[in-house]
Every structure is written in C-alpha cells, then in structure tokens.
DNA sequence: GAAGAAAAATGAAACGTTACATTCGTGTCG
DNA sequence: CGACACGAATGTAACGTTTCATTTTTCTTC
C-alpha cells in the first residue's frame, strides 16, 4: 500500500492485475469476463475502494443527485412532500441535495444558483420568485406553481377541491358560505380553491363571499374585525367556511371558539391539505386531502423521464374529503 | 459560440482574452490585476459561467456537501433538526444532501456507501445500526448515541433532563411516579432520560417503577393490561408519569382519559423533546425540552471543525422544563 | 492447422477544474 | 543604462473516471 488515501480505479487495476478499463466495466454492469469480474471484484473489497462519483459525474455528466427545493422542511405538508421525493428518488438510486428558502426570492435565486454549480440532474422545486432564472437545459418540476409552458407543474386539483368543499357545505346545510384565504404574496395554483369554490356556489345559486387576510398584518385583528361587522344578533351571519389550508383553518377555529362561536354547531369548517396530527395522525379538522405522496412521486417521474420532448404542462392530482370533526356529519 | 453544452472556463479565458489559471484565481478570490478580474467577470457573465463543482471536487476533495442522515424528516423532531442543521450549513456555504433510513440498519449502510461515494465534506447521522462501517477520514458527528471516542455524539443533558422531571413531579406532589418508555432497538444517549428520573427519585427516597412498552405488540394492550394491574379501588396507583418522548406523552394522555383517568388531576405527565404544535406552535405537554436548533448548530460546527485533533467525545446541552398543561401548576 | 471473424481486454484521451512551475513585464538600484 | 528582483499572468500536469479506437485473445470454418 502506498498512498493513504482513498483507493482508485487504477489501485484496483493493479490489485486485480487487469487494464483500467476493465475495473471500469465492472462497476457499470458492462460485459466482461466472468474471470476477471470476480478478480477486480476481488480486489476492490480488498482495498475498500468506492466509484468516486465527482470523477464520474465529472464525465458522465449524469450525478444522480437531485434537488429539492422548499420554503422549509419543519411546515407538515412540506416535510411529507421531502418525505415522498426522498422515497421515490432512492427508489431509483437518486440522492437527494435539500435546499430550504424561508419563501425568500433572493434565497430561492441563490439555492437555484447553488444547486446548478452543483451539476444535478434536475430540480423539484416549490418557489415563490416570479422570475427565477433557471437554467434551462435542466430539467425542472415545479410544485404548485405555473411557470409556462416548458416548465412542468403539479399540484392538486385545486379547483376540484374548491367545488368539493362547497358542494360538501352545501349538502351540510350551510345557507352562507365564506372563502378565507391568507394573501400569498404571488399567485400560485392552489388560488383556483377559491375559484373553485364561488364557482360551485354559484352553480347552486348560493351567493358566497370571500375574505382575504394579510397575514403582515397578523390574522387575529383583522379577523376580528370582520366578524363583528358580520355579527347579527349573536350570530354569524356565515354559517360554513372554507379555509384555504388547514393552518389557517385552526387558526380560525381557535379565533371562533374564543369568541363564543361553536364549531362545528355554529359554523362549519372545511380546510385544504390533509395534514395530520403528530404521533395520532388523525385530521386536524374537515379537509380536502391532497394526496402528498403521489404528487411527490409525479414530481419526481415527470423530473427523471427519458423522453423530454413532450411533457404535460399541468398535472392536476385527484382531491378526497375528509370529515375531521369541524363538520356536522 | 461553438458548443450548446454548459460554457467552461476555458470558453471564459477564451472571450476574456485571458489565461485558463487568471480565471481559476477570479473564482477562487486569490489575486488577481484588477483589469483582468473585471474583464473575466464581464466574461463569465456574459456566458453565463457557473463553477462546476463536480470538477472542482474532483481536483481539491472539498465538495462543500455534507450529508444528513435521518430516520426519516416527518417526526417533527427530526425536521426540526434537518432546518436547524440546514440553516447552520447553509450560512458556512455547505449544501445538504438528505439521507432517510427508516431507522432500518441495511438503510443506514447503504446510505452511508451512498453518500462516501458521493464524496461529502462529512457526515452528521441520526442512527441506530449498532456496527455501521464508516470511513474513518471522513469527519462523522453522531447525535444521540455514543460510537467510540472517535467519533463526536452530540445530544441534550439527557441525565439532568431525567433528574429535573423528577423534580418536578415530586415538587407538583407526586407520590408514585413511573417512567415509562417504548424499547428502542439499540440502546442511545436518550436512555439515560430513565436513568437521571430514576437517581432523582432515589435520591429523594421515592420508589420508582419503571415500565418498558415493546412497540412491536403495539403500545394500547400492554399499557392496558398494566394499568389495571394497578388499579387500587378505581384510582392508579401512579400519580406522575415521566414519557420518555413527548409522542409517548401524547399516546399515553388519550388511553389514560379513555380510562376515565383525568390529566393533570389525577396523574400529571412530563414528556420529552419539546415538539411543538402546528400552526400555533405551543407545547403538546408539559415537557423537558431540547435545544434543537443548538444541537444542530453544534453538530454541524463539531464536524466543520478545521482543527480536528482534540474533539470532544460527548456533548451534553442544557435542557429546560416548561409546562403544557399536563401537570398541576 | 491456418486464416479470418468475432469477442473481449487494453490503454490513451478527455471531462473541467486547481496548483504549481514558468515566463513575462515592470520597476529599481548600482 | 544594464542587470536584477519582484509581482503577476501563463500554461501544463494532475484529479479519477468513462469512452472508444486498438490490440489481443478466442472461436469458427475450411
């Protein structure tokens, strides 16, 4: 043994007496002689070599490593999205390099400008930045977001879910419906709930009213102050409120029960996500599921196809309901 | 322009008019005549350069990557960890590359083969195989258990953490405490939660029952069937529970009020960890809590160490107790 | 058994960097 | 005014792979 450090392709070629070419093969699963895989085999275990994939990404220009890019990994929903990616990924002996934003545009440039020096083959990315600059001859998938039409998007069927979370109030006895929403600071694709859901009031010939809270301004004030505007007599004048998260819909119920205001007797709540308690794994309250794992998975089967040249521009994944105790059912 | 591949610095020396070493200087910010730097930078930007750090790896054997390695990134306690440890990373310029394990041992193997291939800067892992090979060159911190004394385990006071629930039970009133743990494959740091509960009680001459609930049966029977074992007249004979993890805590609260048992009226109960809830982000339990995000900082400070001679062994940090509303105070 | 074809192993070149030994140019001092 | 020294830019040799044009071996077939 000469050097200290790590083994190469060529130790193990003098190891195992064969040409270089040959170690090579063998630990790409090329034809090679039965003799000789069992030598270099042989020889490599002796030394404890290992592919040094920076060499052969190097060449290859193919790293197996991908990127995921998220406002956060602590945020449920977010976590089981890098839970899903992580699964299907190693699933196709993909690693996976986690970049996390805080929903910063400048931190979501850099991350894609970090993750790009860094030569993966592709990107998952769930971004705010309305002009990000992506590289693109990389693959990218975005979640939840619509960048055009060379950038494939998934999320949930968002306006689907909309309509089902009014129809389900409806049919729930609700006569006066409200939209919440917490101002996102860009349009994405999970605005079409909202859509979706005055669309589906409307059909019914219920007239629905939606708020939007300024979540810079604190939710707790400005809600307030819209209720008691909204306050007839003691009551609300709504009767059912589609959330547009589940965050947002505890919020909300806490907000409701400090006020008097019982749910789901009172007001019926219908959130968006599907996140589910810690250790328990119950729902948090009625939601429209989104179904995390397959959109994590499509992400991952749309970013690794082979054939690139003719990719869906917009995947709508299939929405459940799901009663969770914020409704009277 | 000749290629339509990625331009390299060669294309950049190329159009700058400059030699291949000036540009190397330019990126790596060893100096360069101000003139020069100016023209390689408008160079690069109008190419649209980006290092390729693959190649760059290869030459210098830093890749500024290091891998985490978990038992998955849904438990709150380990995403919290993964954003503390991605925000310390990310702040010294250090990628993160993402290895879940499932807490399976073979995972935790082939994730570390994996992620030596990928020729990180070091590893920070979260494991359970009680022989894991790992290369010895490369800088390894472990969290919450012990390997050797070669290798840094960074976790809480897990001892003091033990002892201060005891104090605490004892000073609320208890008079019959028991800890209570699920049996974890392989003995880590956090055992010694069990141990610091015990010495305390002892220490205050109070006897100390301590019950160890095997997962694989499922936590509901085995619980069960011991609480009627000590049952005297329709009350419990215990009046304080120490779980070992705040997910225990919060299983164990829901069999107890199914029983008719009432928390913290007639048993009170610490837990451990300190997870916090969604959204609202208050304590599940009364609780001994870690500092997850200094123990992330450490970790990541341990294994970025440039002096890497005098490591500590074991790294204990200061755990506090907060109530959550499962004991009387 | 020799010649030719097919199959398999060989080894050199290239991937995009860094690092170091060279060369170049400028300024200083005798 | 020439020689020297110093600083700065240059260019080449690695780094550890893959790939492909060669060479070598093995097998057919007459």
Redesign the pocket.
């Known amino acids: 043994m000469k050097h200290n450090?790590?083994p190469?392709?060529?130790d193990v070629a003098l190891e195992a007496g064969?040409?270089?070419?040959?170690v090579?093969?063998v630990?790409?699963d090329l034809?090679?002689?039965e003799s000789?895989r069992l030598r270099v085999e042989e020889a490599a275990r002796k030394l404890g070599?290992q592919?040094?994939s920076y060499?052969?990404g190097?060449?290859?220009n193919r790293t197996f490593t991908v990127a995921l890019i998220l406002p956060n990994i602590t945020d449920p929903f977010f976590s089981a999205l890098a839970q899903g990616a992580y699964e299907s990924l190693s699933a196709r002996q993909y690693r996976m390099l986690l970049s996390l934003t805080s929903s910063n545009p400048e931190a979501e440039q850099r991350c894609i400008r970090m993750v790009q020096q860094n030569k993966v083959d592709g990107i998952i990315g769930l971004t705010y930045n309305p002009n990000l600059e992506v590289d693109p001859a990389l693959p990218y998938v975005s979640i939840d977001r619509y960048f055009g039409p060379n950038v494939p998007c998934v999320s949930s069927d968002n306006f689907g879910g909309g309509q089902m979370a009014a129809e389900k109030l409806l049919e729930l006895g609700c006569r006066h419906p409200l939209f919440l929403r917490v101002g996102s600071r860009v349009p994405g694709e999970s605005d079409k709930r909202g859509d979706g859901f005055e669309s589906a009031c409307r059909r019914r010939g219920v007239k629905c009213d939606s708020l939007r809270l300024n979540d810079e301004d604190g939710l707790v004030e400005p809600f307030r102050a819209f209720l008691s505007q909204h306050m007839k007599g003691g009551r609300l004048e709504y009767d059912g409120i589609f959330c547009a998260t589940d965050a947002l819909t505890i919020h909300i119920r806490g907000m409701l029960s400090e006020l008097g205001l019982r749910v789901p007797e009172d007001v019926q709540l219908i959130g968006f996500d599907g996140i589910r308690r810690f250790t328990t794994g119950d729902l948090y309250c009625s939601t429209i599921i989104q179904p995390i794992p397959r959109l994590a998975e499509t992400c991952v089967d749309l970013l690794l196809r082979e054939d690139r040249s003719n990719l869906p521009r917009l995947i709508c994944l299939p929405v459940t309901y799901a009663s969770g105790g914020t409704t009277r059912e």
Chains 1, 2 share one sequence.
């Not at 064969?18 to 040959?22: F, I, N, P, Y």
């Open positions: 450090s790590a190469t392709m060529k064969v040409a270089l070419g040959t090579s093969k630990f790409n034809p090679v002689g000789y070599y592919v040094n060499a052969r190097l060449k290859t």
